[in-house]
């Protein structure tokens, strides 16, 4: 320690721009902070470069936490003592400076927030003094994160008198900042009231950037717009998306392109997002191509960084009397231009959603694509695993590197559950319990993190598979828990986990539809929890239409679904206080709407369902171009979805018009033929229809040689 100050270089740099007034005797004590700084500055280095393994560890390796715990608190006491305690021969910016930076890491690196709050209540006292606007209000932003976490109505308390601190005075960039703020603070709520107050912040915002002339700024608010109604899920979200897109596409953005490729791929994104959230595939593939173009394009500039952070310019912001201190959220490259951050994912992130969006816009378009969706999204999951892997550290906070590995599993999570979704959809069962198997770890790490959208799907598709092999009882049982009940009053948005419940709900009906079935006296009651989702109260055209306010009446999908199962469900014929003639009638009705809907929706699955009922039920016995014509189109559906079990039900009925026109040898090879693809089904699923070939029909079922219909919804 004593060569510190002995050394007549060291103490003249140690001394030099110290404050007016400052004494010789004080050196040693300048010295020392100087030594402490570099310390510091070593010791947090050195435990980042632990952060990367910390994060995405599979494991919980207590040793190096403990090791790096240990490097963080010994570089975070060498800043203390510098910022908090040995501050005395700082000038105000450089004290301040310190304080923010020690602030700063308190925030990243630990849970001490309370600590965090008193040291940037200091800091802001500072800058008010002597006056560092630049630094007062990268203390006030700060402190808006660090009271999110502790006090959310403080903090948005706070933000709203910055805001208006900000527009009072003109600080243009500052108010762009603040308001930003408000809005990430409302994407991390789902509620109605956050929404709109995320609308009006970013219509302020799109006033102020036009009104100056800000093309970026205008542009990344319109995008964000575009997000919180996708978020929102509100009838008329996906119309007011593809407004906000609109205007983000208005401007020319070459330039911008140029120099943060970040923007095209988000408008890319959500274009795709909007043509697959409505359940209309038409345009999805050309988005999809749109979205590979705009990817190869990015992939060829070298704007991007590990952490996702990217700057838009602001024009006409040049005062660096607000923007000279403000811990990079803005940046001046040299050009006199002020940048400020985003923060979004990496480059290799959006690839990798890129797979995702890419194998649900083929597989929802048409099952013809499902070999090439089912590649995609292979693609995808072993890119993910490759990324939660990284062979490198980073030099990001652990705090940003942990919310990294939790988006990633978040993404290779949902690519899990459509991968496991396309394999159950092409009656491929083993592959697709296989695919879930193998993430069990995974979907519990969901479950703990509070992600339980995605773990209702995976028992969901744990459902199906039980229900595509035979093993009807306990597909009933996942299907009957207390996570796939029913609200009593729908909502108006739909939520993703009442799609589900309605989905669960339509394949127990599917279930028990036959009436020796011991749950089937529920049919009526889960009918009841039904109705309100898709028709008008008691059926009655001047009532209010609980329907018409919930985004399953605008489903196709949902629609045919539900319709096709009031037509199984008709009324027994040989009721004698019921007229058969109303029956049939009404029964016509139901197959009408349930086919109208799956051909809008382009589901060969749904419109083979609708077909094989309206056969069974009117043209069974029946020999005629029209029965013939029936089952041509059941063969041309089946054929497109490429599913082994109405395959044979389609040959099934193929064997049974020729057996009845006297076409007997073609009828022996037809029905062999049917025989054939189903000695290809699952075991049980052969056993289920063996026994129910020996069983006798009853009026209003589906079941053609006896091929009942077992897939799920």
């Known amino acids: 320690m004593n060569s510190l100050g002995s050394h007549p270089?060291?103490?003249?740099?140690?001394?030099?721009?110290?404050?007016?007034?400052?004494?010789?005797?004080?050196?040693?004590?300048?010295?020392?902070?100087?030594?402490?700084?570099?310390?510091?500055?070593?010791?947090?280095?050195?435990?980042?470069?632990?952060?990367?393994?910390?994060?995405?560890?599979?494991?919980?390796?207590?040793?190096?936490?403990?090791?790096?715990?240990?490097?963080?608190?010994?570089?975070?006491?060498?800043?203390?003592?510098?910022?908090?305690k040995w501050n005395h021969t700082f000038r105000p910016r450089q004290l301040a400076t310190l304080q923010l930076r020690y602030a700063t890491l308190l925030f990243e690196e630990t849970e001490n927030l309370s600590n965090a709050e008193e040291v940037l209540g200091k800091g802001i006292a500072l800058c008010e003094r002597n006056h560092l606007l630049d630094l007062q209000y990268s203390m006030q932003h700060l402190l808006v994160r660090v009271m999110s976490k502790t006090n959310l109505r403080a903090s948005i308390k706070l933000l709203e008198a910055l805001i208006h601190m900000s527009s009072t005075c003109q600080h243009t960039p500052w108010m762009y900042a603040f308001r930003f703020l408000r809005v990430s603070i409302c994407f991390r709520f789902q509620q109605n009231a956050e929404i709109a107050t995320a609308l009006i912040n970013l219509k302020v915002l799109l006033d102020l950037s036009r009104n100056r002339g800000d093309v970026t700024i205008t542009t990344i608010t319109a995008l964000l717009e575009a997000q919180v109604h996708l978020h929102a899920r509100s009838s008329d979200a996906i119309d007011q998306a593809q407004r906000a897109l609109a205007i983000a596409?208005?401007?020319?953005?070459?330039?911008?392109?140029?120099?943060?490729?970040?923007?095209?791929?988000?408008i890319q994104i959500l274009d795709l997002a909007c043509s697959l959230d409505p359940f209309k595939y038409a345009q999805s593939r050309s988005k999809m191509d749109a979205?590979?173009?705009?990817?190869?394009?990015?992939?060829?500039?070298?704007?991007?960084?590990?952490?996702?952070?990217?700057?838009?310019?602001?024009?006409?912001?040049?005062?660096?009397?607000?923007?000279?201190?403000?811990?990079?959220?803005?940046?001046?490259?040299?050009?006199?231009?002020?940048?400020?951050?985003?923060?979004?994912?990496?480059?290799?992130?959006?690839?990798?959603?890129?797979?995702?969006?890419?194998?649900?816009?083929?597989?929802?378009?048409s099952p013809k694509h499902s070999h090439m969706s089912e590649s995609l999204l292979s693609e995808g999951l072993k890119r993910t695993e490759a990324d939660l892997n990284p062979s490198s550290p980073s030099n990001s906070s652990l705090s940003t590197q942990i919310d990294q590995a939790h988006w990633l599993k978040q993404l290779r999570a949902s690519i899990v559950t459509r991968l496991a979704l396309?394999?159950?959809?092409?009656?491929?069962?083993?592959?697709?319990?296989?695919?879930?198997?193998?993430?069990?770890?995974?979907?519990?790490?969901?479950?703990?993190?509070?992600?339980?959208?995605?773990?209702?799907?995976?028992?969901?598709?744990?459902?199906?598979?039980?229900?595509?092999?035979?093993?009807?009882?306990?597909?009933?049982?996942?299907?009957?828990?207390?996570?796939?009940?029913?609200?009593?009053?729908?909502?108006?948005?739909?939520?993703?986990?009442?799609?589900?419940?309605?989905?669960?709900?339509?394949n127990m009906l599917l279930l028990i539809s036959s009436s020796s079935h011991s749950s089937h006296h529920l049919a009526p009651s889960l009918f009841n929890s039904l109705r309100p989702y898709f028709e008008d109260k008691y059926d009655r055209p001047e009532a209010t239409s609980s329907a018409s306010k919930n985004l399953s009446a605008s489903n196709d999908h949902l629609q045919s679904s539900y319709f096709f199962l009031r037509a199984l469900y008709t009324i027994d014929r040989s009721s004698p206080q019921h007229d058969s003639n109303f029956v049939i009638t009404d029964t016509k009705r139901h197959l009408h709407k349930s086919l109208q809907a799956a051909k809008r929706a382009s589901d060969p699955q749904l419109v083979t369902l609708g077909l094989v009922q309206m056969h069974n039920m009117f043209f069974a016995d029946m020999v005629g171009q029209q029965t013939e014509d029936t089952v041509k189109a059941i063969k041309e559906n089946v054929r497109e979805t490429g599913d082994l079990l109405w395959a044979s039900v389609a040959n099934g009925l193929v064997a049974g018009i020729m057996d009845r026109t006297g076409r007997n040898e073609e009828a022996l090879n037809w029905l062999q033929y049917g025989q054939s693809i189903v000695g290809k089904l699952p075991p049980q699923v052969q056993e289920t229809l063996a026994a129910a070939r020996k069983a006798p029909t009853s009026g209003g079922e589906v079941d053609v040689d006896g091929d009942r219909p077992m897939h799920a919804c």
């Open 9 to 84: 270089s060291q103490g003249n740099a140690a001394t030099a721009g110290l404050p007016h007034g400052v004494s010789a005797t004080t050196r040693m004590s300048v010295d020392q902070q100087l030594l402490l700084l570099s310390l510091s500055d070593q010791y947090i280095n050195e435990a980042r470069t632990m952060a990367t393994e910390i994060a995405f560890s599979q494991t919980d390796n207590v040793g190096l936490v403990t090791q790096y715990s240990k490097l963080m608190a010994t570089g975070l006491t060498c800043l203390e003592m510098v910022a908090i």
């Open 249 to 266: 596409r208005s401007h020319q953005l070459g330039d911008l392109i140029e120099e943060a490729p970040q923007i095209l791929l988000l």
């Open 291 to 365: 979205m590979q173009v705009a990817l190869d394009a990015a992939n060829e500039r070298g704007q991007w960084t590990r952490s996702g952070t990217f700057y838009l310019p602001i024009e006409g912001s040049s005062d660096t009397n607000l923007t000279q201190e403000t811990n990079e959220l803005f940046i001046s490259p040299g050009n006199g231009k002020l940048k400020l951050a985003f923060q979004w994912i990496n480059r290799t992130e959006v690839v990798d959603l890129f797979y995702l969006l890419s194998g649900v816009a083929l597989h929802c378009k």
């Open 422 to 506: 396309v394999q159950c959809a092409r009656s491929n069962w083993e592959a697709a319990s296989h695919t879930l198997r193998r993430t069990n770890k995974l979907m519990k790490f969901m479950q703990a993190h509070g992600e339980q959208q995605i773990s209702l799907l995976a028992s969901y598709l744990n459902g199906v598979i039980h229900q595509g092999v035979g093993r009807l009882d306990l597909a009933l049982q996942i299907y009957q828990s207390a996570h796939f009940a029913l609200p009593a009053t729908p909502s108006p948005t739909n939520t993703f986990g009442e799609t589900l419940a309605l989905l669960a709900s339509m």
